[in-house]
């Protein structure tokens, strides 16, 4: 079963979220985050991440970034 509805609604807070954290334009938010591991983590069903609150989903996206951050 897909749950593109519920996905539909967490993924623009979550943009939202990057925006205000990075202070970046829309454009490069939805950018960072559909390249990200959580994003294909939230697309994957079987995660069942879509059940999740946006702000859990950001908090997954900031570790992944400052996991990527500190072995750079």
Known sequence: MSHHL??????PEVVLSIIDKE?????????????????RALDDDETGLYGASACYIFSLYEEEQQ???SKQ
């Open 6 to 11: 519920v996905k539909s609604v967490l993924v």
């Open 23 to 39: 202070h970046i334009s829309e454009e490069k938010a939805l950018e960072l985050f559909y390249s990200s591991g959580t994003a």
């Open 67 to 69: 996991n990527k951050m």
